[in-house]
């Protein structure tokens, strides 16, 4: 069961990924009830991973890319970027959901711009981390 946790976490994150698509496309079509439904459900998945990510981790420690030269170089960036930002990503989540929750929407709008772009770069290079770990 642990083991098969880090193909679980990467369709986890391609589906928050999927979900930030639909919900943005949908504010844009204005439809705020819908959006919110599918923004709400990006965030639960999104808790979803985190719950998986932290069970694999405290079970399996540290897995270390094991590929020499310059892809290892390329995995670093990719998992250095992605990780500080994925560490902000729950608390600018946090904030968005609340100011659209509570329709503040100027304010919801102001940090969506920062939030949607962040989420969708920590969502799809999480699917890229784990395709160059364990299928390189």
């Not at 919110?36 to 979803?48: D, E, G, H, N, Q």
């Not at 990719?78 to 959901?97: C, D, M, R, S």
């Amino acid at each position: 069961m642990i083991e098969n946790l880090p193909t679980v976490n990467a369709v986890l994150n391609a589906l928050a990924a999927i979900l930030l698509v639909w919900g943005y496309t949908l504010i844009r079509r204005k439809r705020i009830a819908a959006h919110r439904k599918v923004m709400l459900t990006a965030f639960a998945v999104s808790c979803v991973f985190l719950v998986c990510y932290l069970v694999y981790h405290f079970n399996a420690g540290i897995v270390r890319f094991q590929k020499p030269g310059w892809i290892r170089g390329v995995y670093l960036a990719i998992l250095g970027t992605h990780t500080v930002l994925a560490a902000a990503t729950p608390v600018l989540a946090i904030i968005t959901l609340s100011r659209g929750l509570r329709a503040r929407y100027d304010q919801h709008r102001r940090i969506a711009r920062w939030t949607l772009p962040i989420w969708m770069y920590v969502s799809v290079t999480g699917v890229v981390v784990y395709l160059m770990l364990y299928h390189l």
